[in-house]
């Protein structure tokens, strides 16, 4: 029987932007500020989005002068997304794990851990052959994945928020290959309808992404520990901010 991925129903949920996606703009613009001073990118460089969501990301990258592609497997936050796009700003339905555009990117992204949601390691690496192809040689890659040592000692294991009359019931807990986030939802406006749902992300230490980004033609240059990038530390830093150049095809 085949397993359910877990990604597709609760992203498509709209308790998943209730709970995750009511963030200030303005921390994702201050982000992507520090990421652009730190990279230098020409004026109208191609840029990729990966795993883009609604488009917070990918609305900062554009209102910048970049010419910006958002992509994901959610449908209904690509509907949405859809609803900004401008000349240079442009989304689309699409799965990281098929190939999507050839040498045409100066630059790809993968914001927020959006990866390491999969079930086995050829579809991660799939995906990761999607972003290298979608490079130009000598383009960059930057991905923002959770510090696995960070996030096993800080582990908050319980946790109750109540967000507009809906309450989030949270348990976390990890194995030796995977974390977990059990998500129970009640909502007061539908007592009866109470709603479980079950988060997956890969241990993915900065090691597995070398040897996975290698493997693909992209070499590590630079990691940050944080959203103001500041120096990686295994133990300290709650990020694994990690800039990869597209070395050869």
């Known amino acids: 029987m085949q397993q359910i991925e877990w990604y ?8 998943y932007e209730i709970l995750y996606f009511r963030r200030n703009e303005e921390e994702a613009r201050q982000f992507v500020n520090q990421l652009l001073a730190y990279l230098n990118p020409l004026q109208g460089s191609y840029m990729l989005d990966v795993a883009c ?17 958002g992509i994901d497997i959610s449908e209904p936050f690509i509907r949405e997304a859809k609803n900004f ?14 190939p999507f555009r050839i040498n045409y990117y100066d630059y790809a992204f993968n914001f927020f851990t959006s990866f390491g949601y999969f079930r086995t390691m050829r579809e991660h690496d799939n995906a990761a052959r999607t972003i290298a192809q979608s490079l130009k040689t000598g383009s960059v890659f930057v991905i923002d994945y959770l510090n696995v040592h960070y996030t096993e000692d800080h582990l908050v294991r319980e946790e109750e928020k109540i967000i507009d009359g809906i309450r989030f019931n949270i348990n976390r807990w990890f194995t030796d290959d995977h974390f977990f ?3 129970k939802i009640t909502d007061t ?18 090691g597995d992404f070398t040897d996975m980004l290698a493997y693909q ?7 940050f520990g944080d959203y103001e990038l500041k120096h990686y530390d295994i133990k300290k830093s709650p990020r694994m901010i990690i800039i990869a150049k597209k070395m050869h095809n």
């Open 8 to 15: 597709r129903d609760w992203f498509n949920s709209p308790y």
């Open 53 to 69: 969501g609604k488009g917070r990301f990918s609305k900062c990258l554009a209102n910048m002068g970049y010419d910006v592609t």
């Open 85 to 98: 796009e401008t000349e240079n700003l442009h989304f689309f339905l699409h799965d990281m794990r098929m």
């Open 181 to 183: 986030k059990q998500v």
């Open 189 to 206: 406006a539908q007592p009866a309808l109470k709603q479980n749902f079950t988060e997956r992300v890969a241990k993915f230490s900065l």
């Open 217 to 223: 033609g992209m070499q590590v240059q630079d990691v």
